[in-house]
């Protein structure tokens, strides 16, 4: 069989999966779908005229970068979609929640995502997440929407915390969470009042490492909750409330790191996010949504085959994350028409093992 031959097989295989848990979708909008998503990984960029030269087509690459056109154009791929193709992937069990932003700039445009995603693999698999229509931070409002999505679908029960960094944070937001049952885990700024005095006053001549708390729980933005606080190396005082135990608090929120290594492996140093020239906010949710899945699949591939992950570093990081590992197993296979990929494809079928109590590294992405 010739390589055009298999990759023309692997595209029709993944679309007719596609077409099972997306049955109300077209058939050739789903196989146009499969072919961009194995040349995004192949081509590990998101400019059209790079993908368009690994689509499993005999046509002229014009007449390719038009397919990757109408699949950005179709205004029936929507986010609901990636929604019921990455769900099935979650293990059982309570599922850790992180929610950030990313940004960058096309020309003077600005590009704004807010995202909320699941902690897996020791990154963050995004599964909601809003085009922002402005620069810099969100409203409670904005971040309301995404938790209030997601939970139609993903019951409060199966949340076991939300981690959001420092400024993620206000009266509404957290009055929110509450009401709807979600822990917190937020990194709060040192002009929070705990209580009534100022966070900075409360937590003075820290060493680095040391790790203090308030003996008791504190009013933190109308909630009593845990705050407990840090010295990184560099000198930066990390101060975290929560509704989780002293013990638990920093541990949990350490996590939250993950979500920078999905958007360094969507990005720069992965599948080249930032080099999009659409600016147009449903286009461009359109393409995020297609990394997600294409991340949710390196991630399973390279938690299946965490035995090919370099081992750690002196100071415990490993030197390659298991999305950057298994990205380089699935392009590879993809592009080779190598048999490995009927095992990784089966992976994309099946949801993550059960979560378990392994100790979490920090990674380098």
């Not at 949504?289 to 991340?295: K, R, T």
């Not at 390196?298 to 990081?317: F, I, S």
């Not at 089966?346 to 380098?364: C, G, I, Q, W």
């Amino acid at each position: 069989m010739t390589t055009s031959s298999t990759a023309l097989l692997h595209a029709d295989t993944l679309a007719a999966y596609l077409k099972d848990r997306l049955p109300r979708r077209r058939t050739d909008a789903l196989m146009r779908l499969a072919e961009v998503l194995l040349g995004i990984l192949q081509a590990e960029s998101t400019l059209h005229r790079k993908i368009a030269l690994h689509l499993p087509r005999i046509a002229s690459l014009e007449s390719k970068t038009r397919v990757l056109a109408r699949v950005f154009h179709d205004e029936q791929l929507k986010p609901q979609d990636v929604l019921d193709i990455l769900l099935p992937l979650l293990p059982v069990g309570r599922l850790t929640m992180v929610m950030d932003r990313t940004n960058w700039h096309y020309g003077q445009t600005p590009l704004n995502l807010l995202v909320l995603g699941v902690a897996l693999g020791g990154v963050v698999i995004p599964l909601v997440w809003t085009v922002l229509p402005h620069q810099g931070n969100s409203c409670s409002s904005a971040r309301i929407l995404p938790v209030a999505q997601l939970l139609k679908l993903l019951p409060a029960k199966r949340w076991a915390v939300l981690i959001a960094d420092r400024e993620f944070v206000g009266r509404e937001w957290c009055d929110y969470l509450r009401w709807r049952g979600i822990k917190r885990c937020f990194r709060i700024k040192e002009n929070t009042r705990i209580d009534d005095e100022l966070a900075r006053d409360q937590f003075e001549n820290l060493q680095p490492g040391e790790v203090r708390s308030v003996f008791e729980k504190a009013w933190v933005y109308g909630s009593l909750m845990q705050v407990v606080v840090t010295l990184s190396p560099v000198g930066e005082r990390v101060i975290v409330a929560s509704d989780l135990s002293v013990l638990d608090t920093l541990q949990t929120y350490q996590k939250h790191w993950g979500i920078e290594c999905s958007f360094s492996v969507m990005k720069s140093r992965g599948l080249g996010l930032e080099a999009t020239h659409m600016t147009a906010p449903d286009r461009l949710s359109r393409l995020f949504g297609l990394l997600c899945i294409a991340l949710a699949w390196m991630v399973r591939v390279g938690d299946a085959q965490q035995h090919l992950v370099p081992p750690p570093d002196n100071r415990g990081r490993l030197a390659k994350s298991k999305a950057r590992t298994g990205w380089m197993l699935l392009s590879q296979a993809v592009r080779w028409g190598l048999d490995a990929f009927w095992t990784y494809f089966e992976l994309l079928k099946t949801s993550f093992p059960a979560l378990d109590a392994r100790k979490s590294r920090s990674v380098s992405c």
